[in-house]
């Protein structure tokens, strides 16, 4: 096993529910994948179909006491993180573990500076000097194409626009050099320009040897960026493979249908093919192939039995019973 292929992190049936007025849902329904060393892993999925709370739990950032990791395993380095203490799971996030959230209300305090912030936050995993930390954040600031930083970092984060204060939070989950970054839609704050600047980045950091699970609804973005691409569709991951595999061969009919939603200039001017119908609501899901009742495909099977994810070779699997091996 060459450096490049070490498993970083497994993630390894993972359920997680919520307790809702309405009953349990399970938002992310025995979900496995893992993170190789070096690697950028797209997520890709329509909104609701569980990636933000499947990152979630990889940090163990569910809330609380509504929300459970009901079954399964985060192995990191080998070590099963759900059940670290507390006091080591801080150790983790951020340092070893960074999390650029899709709410921007995750990530930074009202009450702080942002230049206070990122100083603790640095000061918590580095030992050095204030100044050097103070430093550290400037130039981070920087990076992320934020003018004047110096003075920047006297700012409250409500002084800053959303795009700004999205990109002193990637400055924060990129300026401690993690393993492994899990960045949840970072870039839908973000105008054009500076979404190309960010992915640079990100790209950057992979040439320094972390590793990103890039979480994204555009099948552009995952093109553009990604080595491997996990598909879930309503809390299960449906399609998994290699970026080529998956956009040369796509198998499960979810997956063709978000690749025919991929804006093309054509004689459509980059209209949206839309996938009919909706994502449905956790607490309705047909209780055989999630994607029944979207599925062009359909048949009398799908309706109560649920596809398992068959191997296809390559490290490419569907779950779907159309797919070749399940016939
Ligand atoms: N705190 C919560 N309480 C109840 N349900 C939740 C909560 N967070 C997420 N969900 C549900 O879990 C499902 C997956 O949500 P999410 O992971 O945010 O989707 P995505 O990130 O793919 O848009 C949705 O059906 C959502 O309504
Ligand atoms: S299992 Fe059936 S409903 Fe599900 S994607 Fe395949 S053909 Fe469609
Ligand atoms: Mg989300």
Same mark, same amino acid.
């Given at each position: ?5 070490? *498993? !970083? ?16 849902? *399970? ?121 004047? +930083? ?23 989950? !990129? ?74 061969? +796509? ?28 994502? +449905? ?14 599925? +062009? ?31």
């Amino acid at each position: 096993m060459g450096f490049r292929d070490l *498993k !970083l992190l497994e993630v390894k049936n993972i359920t997680v529910t919520f307790e809702t007025d309405e009953g349990i849902v *399970k938002a992310v329904d025995d979900v496995s994948f893992h993170i190789n060393r070096n690697e950028i892993v797209g997520l890709v999925g329509e909104s609701g179909c569980g990636k933000s709370v499947t990152a979630l739990s990889i940090l163990r950032l569910i809330p609380l006491p509504y929300g459970r990791i009901e079954t399964g395993e985060i192995l990191f380095y080998g070590k099963n993180l759900l059940e670290l203490n507390r006091k080591e799971m801080r150790k983790i996030r951020g340092r070893a573990i960074s999390m650029i959230f899709q709410e921007l209300g995750s990530a930074l305090s009202p009450l702080h500076t942002i230049g206070r912030q990122m100083v603790e936050t640095i000061l918590m995993h580095k030992n050095i000097t204030r100044k050097d930390a103070w430093n550290i954040a400037e130039t981070w600031l920087e990076k992320v194409q934020i003018s004047d +930083p110096r003075e920047r970092m006297f700012a409250y984060p409500y002084q800053l626009s959303g795009g700004m204060q999205q990109r002193v939070m990637i400055a924060m989950a !990129l300026m401690l050099g993690p393993d492994i970054i899990i960045a949840d839609e970072p870039t839908t704050a973000l105008d054009v320009t500076i979404q190309a600047q960010v992915f640079e980045l990100v790209r950057e950091m992979r040439r320094s040897h972390t590793s990103i699970l890039l979480i994204t609804h555009d099948m552009g973005v995952i093109w553009e960026m990604c080595d491997r691409v996990l598909v879930m569709y309503a809390s299960r991951v449906v399609e998994e493979g290699n970026r080529d595999d998956i956009f040369s061969k +796509p198998t499960h009919p979810y997956t063709i249908a978000l690749l025919e939603s991929i804006p093309k200039l054509s004689a459509d001017k980059g209209r949206l093919k839309a996938i009919p119908g909706q994502v +449905p609501s956790a607490l309705n899901y047909p209780s055989g192939c999630h994607f029944f009742d979207r599925c +062009p495909d359909a048949f009398d099977r799908c309706r109560d039995e649920k596809p398992k994810l068959i191997d296809l070779g390559n490290g490419h699997k569907a779950a779907c019973f159309l797919t070749k091996n399940e016939l």
